[in-house]
Nanobody
Framework: QVQLVESGGGLVQPGGSLRLACAAS????????MGWYRQAPGKERELVAA???????KYAAYVKGRFTISRGSAKNTVYLQMNSLKPEDTAVYYC?????????????WGQGTQVTVSS
């Protein structure tokens, strides 16, 4: 019913920038974008940036000042602008969304997009 697709990842040098996009399709009217997560090999998936329905944004300490989460003009799209990238940012980045009615029962993830920061 709901599909999330991330894009925009790739290989970038330290200090470079990438813009990730997440596009949702399906029953998007009842969908709340929760934010972006990332997962490095052998590590737990962690929250990077959160976006609430009220427009508030929150960031993990290690990306604050470098990353920006935002909604696109189309309500089914969210972005993650990543600047001043560091090797430690290397991970698979995932978009997360939840049902506005059953946020615990219906959780959606995209397939992820690989971000590699290396010289």
């Amino acid at each position: 019913q709901v599909q999330l697709v991330e894009s925009g990842g790739g290989l970038v040098q330290p200090g470079g920038s990438l813009r990730l996009a997440c596009a949702a399709s399906g029953s998007v009217d009842s969908l709340n974008f929760m934010g972006w997560y990332r997962q490095a090999p052998g590590k737990e998936r962690e929250l990077v940036a959160a976006l609430t329905s009220g427009g508030s944004t929150k960031y993990a300490a290690y990306v604050k000042g470098r990353f920006t989460i935002s909604r696109g003009s189309a309500k089914n799209t969210v972005y993650l602008q990543m600047n001043s990238l560091k090797p430690e940012d290397t991970a698979v980045y995932y978009c997360n969304a939840r049902s506005s009615y059953f946020p615990r029962e219906y959780v959606y993830w995209g397939q992820g997009t690989q971000v590699t920061v290396s010289s």
